[in-house]
Nanobody, 116 residues
Framework: QVQLVESGGNLVQAGESLRLSCAAS???????MGWYRQAQGKERELVAT???????DYADFAKGRFTISKDHAKNAIFLQMNGLSREDTAVYYC???????????WGQGAQVTVAS
C-alpha cells in the first residue's frame, strides 16, 4: 500500500484559490486516487476522484470550481480549488484505492480554512 502525504492546506479568504498536493510513496498507476473532506461535526465526503486513465468524477459542490489532476512521473495528485467559500472549510484527505485488491490508503489530512 502506498503512503500518502498531503500539503498545501492554508487559511484563505472567500473567493480565493488554493491548490492541494498529495505525494505517494510509490507508483499510483494501479490506484483510483481521490480527495475527500471532513468538516467539523460532519461526516467525511467525497470531493473528486481520478482513475488511472484520467477519468475524473466530482461531487456536485465541486463541479465547475475544483479540478483534480494527476502527475504519474511524480506519483502525485492535486486538487485545484477556485472560488472558495466558508462552506469549503474542512480537513481534506487524499485517498488511494487499489484497482484490484480494493485496499485503501489515507493521508493524514490538510486543513483548509476559508474566512469570509
Amino acid at each position: 500500500q502506498v503512503q500518502l502525504v498531503e500539503s498545501g492546506g492554508n487559511l484563505v479568504q472567500a473567493g480565493e484559490s488554493l491548490r492541494l498536493s498529495c505525494a505517494a510513496s510509490g507508483s499510483v498507476s494501479l490506484y483510483v486516487m481521490g480527495w475527500y473532506r471532513q468538516a467539523q461535526g460532519k461526516e467525511r465526503e467525497l470531493v473528486a476522484t481520478i482513475t488511472n486513465s484520467g477519468r475524473t468524477d466530482y461531487a456536485d459542490f465541486a463541479k465547475g470550481r475544483f479540478t483534480i489532476s494527476k502527475d504519474h512521473a511524480k506519483n502525485a495528485i492535486f486538487l485545484q480549488m477556485n472560488g472558495l467559500s466558508r462552506e469549503d472549510t474542512a480537513v481534506y484527505y487524499c485517498n488511494a484505492r487499489h484497482t484490484f485488491s480494493q485496499k485503501t490508503s489515507w493521508g493524514q489530512g490538510a486543513q483548509v480554512t476559508v474566512a469570509s
